[in-house]
Each structure stands twice: as C-alpha cells, then as structure tokens.
C-alpha cells in the first residue's frame, strides 16, 4: 500500500522557519518527481515546490523561491521542505504527492499524503 506522511506542521511566528517532512513508503519512488502543494483556508491549491528523486532537480513557485528549500533523503525514502522567513500568507494546510513528472497542477499527481497544517502568525 503506497502511503505519504507528511509531519512538521505548527505554529510559528512570521520571519521563523520550519521543516516539513514526507515520509514514501509501499513502492519504489525513484522514478518520481515529488511535489509539495499547500491549500490555504477560502483559496485553491497551489503548487509549492518539487523535486526529482533520480536528478535532484527542484522547482519552486515564484512566491517562495528563496524562501523555502525542497530536497530529499533517497536512504530514508523521505522528501523535506524546508521553509524560512516565513510569511501570514504561507498559512496553509501542506500536502506530499508524487507524480511522474513535474507538474504545478494537482491532477497530475498520482499519489497524496492527508497534508499537516502550518500557522503563521503575524
């Protein structure tokens, strides 16, 4: 059973930073492009970032590049987000998925994680 735990959600104040964290497990990945995508309240989802598990490549959105940092653990099957100086606006629930090529639209993908909610308060 394919399964995406993401963990590293909370609450945290603006200009601090946090660590996301997307635990693959129940098939082999490395043929992957792994995705975060968040959703805030009221507001579609979006794309956040992505990276390739044979590459390394990454890819962000224009809003937190700079900001956040995607990479992954190719031991330990775990793919991170690390994110700074962050912002009210990055408020959201933040969802894993894996999809077999980079995609900023959610249809693409073709495994989800259930998200963890990070709060960012002014």
């Known amino acids: 059973q394919v399964q995406l735990v993401e963990s590293g959600g909370g609450l945290v104040q603006a200009g601090g930073s946090l660590r996301l964290s997307c635990a693959a497990s129940?098939?082999?990945?490395?043929?992957?492009?792994m995705h975060w995508f968040r959703q805030a309240p009221g507001k579609e989802r979006e794309f956040v970032a992505a990276?390739?598990?044979?590459?390394?490549?990454?890819y962000y959105a224009d809003s937190v590049k700079g900001r956040f940092t995607i990479s992954r653990d190719n031991a330990e099957n775990t793919v991170y987000l690390q994110m700074s100086s962050l912002k009210p606006e990055d408020t959201a629930v933040y969802y894993c998925?894996?999809?077999?090529?980079?995609?900023?639209?959610?249809?693409?993908?073709?495994?989800w994680g259930k998200g963890t909610l990070v709060t960012v308060s002014s």
């Open positions: 990276i390739s598990w044979s590459d390394g490549n990454t």
């Open positions: 129940g098939r082999t990945f490395s043929s992957y492009v």
């Open positions: 998925a894996a999809g077999s090529r980079p995609a900023t639209m959610g249809s693409f993908m073709s495994y």
